[in-house]
């Protein structure tokens, strides 16, 4: 995708690779969340005792959809935060190691970047709202 002879990758770039990814870990996570969501339920009103049992009964009584339910709001959400912030983040990164203000890997390169990021796209510093346990 990019030539590091031809110098950094332009941000369009590094926007670009950060929605793939987004999306990619949006459709890889959905049926884990899922099922963290189910179990997240107390003990004395939840059906489910772990894990594995779980997936299993919602592939059985619910099928396979189930674990994809509600991916596209995970999905749009994801490539949006995804791709600002590791374009954010590597531009930041880059210009501080760049000055020689920090070197690579500092903490405070990690700190600095951080908090721009959260100030170019602040909804990705939001937890997703709680969704409806199953539906009847």
Known sequence: M???????APAWKRFLAGTCTGALGAVASNPFDLVKTRLQVPA??????????????????????????????????????SSVNLTVQSLVSEWFVTNHWLTPGSPVLGAISGVCRCG??????????????HSD
């Open 120 to 133: 170019a796209f602040p909804i990705t510093a939001f937890r997703r709202p709680r969704l409806p346990i």
């Open 44 to 81: 004395a009103i939840s059906e489910y005792n772990g894990m594995k049992q779980c997936m299993r009964r919602i592939y059985k009584t619910e099928g396979f959809g189930t674990f994809y339910r509600g991916v596209g709001a995970s999905v749009t959400r994801d490539m949006l935060g």
């Open 2 to 8: 990019h030539d590091e002879n031809e110098g950094p």
